[in-house]
DNA sequence: TCTTCATTTCGATAAATTTCGAAATAAAGC
DNA sequence: GCTTTATTTCGAAATTTATCGAAATGAAGA
C-alpha cells in the first residue's frame, strides 16, 4: 500500500499550519462529526458561527492542504475531511529519521 | 496509562500552529534526528543555518506546545524533540468523534 | 574579577494572516 | 429573463508572525 507519498518538508509544513488555526480546526471538526458525507458550507457556518466570507478563506487553506475536498453540488459546495491515510502520513511524518544522527542509536525508546 | 489528556481545541491548535513552520519543522526534525539526547541550541544552528535568536524564539513556540524538551546544562540548553505520545494524541485528535453527528452512522470507512 | 562562549532579550521592520461586510458571481426555479 | 439562494471575490483594518543584528545576561574558567 504506497499511500505515504514521503511529505516534503514543505508540504508537511502547510498542512500543520493549515490545522494551526483554531477556527480551522473547529471547522475540519464540524466535517468530521458530519462524516464521509460532508455538509455544505452554509450549514458548516450555522454550526460554527462563522462568517460566509471567512469560512471560503479557511476552506481554501484546508483545501490546498489536501484535508478536505470539496465538491459543487447544484449552487452549493459539499465539503468532507479528507481520509485516514492523509492524517496518518502526518503523524508519522515527525518522528521519520528518528535517531539517524544518533552516534550510537539505542533501543531504549522504542516507538510504538 | 492516561497519556491523552484530551486535547482541547485551543491547545491542538496551538501545538499545529507550532509545527506549521518550515523552520521549526527542519528543527524538530534535526531534533527527532538527533534522538532523545538531543542537541544544544548551537549546534542546531550550525546543522539548520538559522540564526540564535531566530532558533530561541522557535524553540520557545515549540516548548510552550510541549513538542520539544529544554534542558539547561552548563552554559548551554539542550533541547530534545517530545515522546511518541505526545505526537500520536495529536494525529488522534483529529478524528476524534468523527461521524458523531452523522445521521445513519454507516461501517463503510473504517479507520484502521 | 575579567574574559569568553552560549543563549536570550530587545527593538525594529517586513510580511503574512485573520476577519469582516459589501459587492460580484452563479445555479435553480418561476 | 428575473429572483432567490449559496458561495466567492474584493478591499481593508487589525493582529500576529518571522527575522535579524546588537546589546544584555549568565555560566565557566584563567
Redesign the pocket.
Known sequence: MNDTPTLTLETAA?KF?AL?????LLVLHTMVRAGPEG???????ERT?????????????LSAAGLVK?E????????AGADYAEVQALSEYLLRQCCADCDAPDKDHQHG
Do not use: D, F, N, V
Not at 494551526?20 to 480551522?24: C, H, K, L, P, V
Open positions: 502547510s499550519a494551526g488555526s483554531e477556527q480551522r455538509l455544505p458550507i452554509g450549514a458548516l457556518g458561527g462563522i462568517t460566509g466570507s471567512t469560512l471560503t478563506h479557511h476552506l481554501k487553506i470539496q459543487k453540488k447544484g449552487r452549493s459546495t459539499i465539503c
